[in-house]
């Protein structure tokens, strides 16, 4: 168990709607970080929080957005969805961000978009 | 750019085998360098890490070692165990930059 919690475990939904993941990180780590694994595109990078603020962006669409509260937690918004968003969604957290620091990641959200 | 090679599964092999896993890099500078598991069903575990060129990371028998000669962060272990089957992904990281995944490579052991 890495101490990240990640919900829900499984989401089915259909093209066009919008859902919501949500992440929370180990205790006392401030930088939360989310990637999508997909069977063509591996695994990505989508954006990175430290403390509230944005600190890196990856492959991440428009369509995509998240955030992370006050209490750390984090959550990321997918809308529009299409067929090839379904993917393994992963957080992971680390203590404050540096290259050298261990991430920790979450179990995942499987996303399924029919 | 920074990015990660490894070589092409699936690895089959038998237990108590000899395991090599490549790995290659590009990057600017010295980045971080990482192999982590995937078991199946499950989130990414830290395998090993290693934070600066010679340095040599090890974990449950695996051992991988930063070499910047050659820009390799091969893994390895001398015999493995059916519960090794799992995928790797060996992962670097400049300064605060993204972390950066190869497309990882599946173990399979067969007793």
């Known amino acids: 168990d890495s101490g990240v919690t990640q919900t829900p475990k499984h989401l089915i939904t259909a093209t066009g709607q919008r859902v919501t993941l949500r992440c929370s990180p180990r205790?006392?780590?401030?930088?939360v970080y989310w990637y999508q694994q997909s069977l063509d595109q591996g695994l990505q990078f989508l954006i990175q929080y430290y403390n509230g603020e944005e600190r890196a962006k990856g492959n991440i669409l428009e369509r995509f957005s998240a955030q992370q509260f006050p209490d750390l937690h984090s959550e990321l918004n997918l809308s529009s969805l299409e067929l090839g968003d379904s993917a393994l969604y992963f957080c992971?957290?680390?203590?404050?961000?540096?290259?050298?620091?261990?991430?920790?990641f979450g179990p995942g959200t499987r996303l399924l978009v029919l | 750019g920074n990015s990660v090679t490894q070589m092409e599964g699936p690895v089959t092999l038998s237990e108590e085998a000899f395991l090599t896993i490549n790995c290659t890099y590009t990057a600017t500078g010295y980045p971080s360098l990482f192999w982590y598991v995937q078991y199946p069903g499950e989130g990414l575990q830290l395998l090993l890490k290693?934070?600066?060129?010679?340095d040599k990371g090890s974990n449950k028998g695996f051992e991988a070692t930063y070499r910047k000669e050659t820009t390799s962060f091969h893994l390895e272990k001398g015999s493995v165990q059916v519960s090794d089957s799992a995928v790797y992904f060996c992962?670097?990281?400049?300064?605060?930059?993204?972390?950066?995944f190869g497309t990882g490579t599946r173990l399979q052991v067969f007793p």
């Open positions: 205790s006392g780590d401030l930088s």
């Open positions: 290693a934070t600066k060129a010679d």
């Open positions: 992962a670097l990281r400049y300064n605060t930059d993204k972390l950066i």
């Open positions: 992971a957290s680390s203590v404050v961000g540096l290259a050298e620091e261990t991430q920790y």
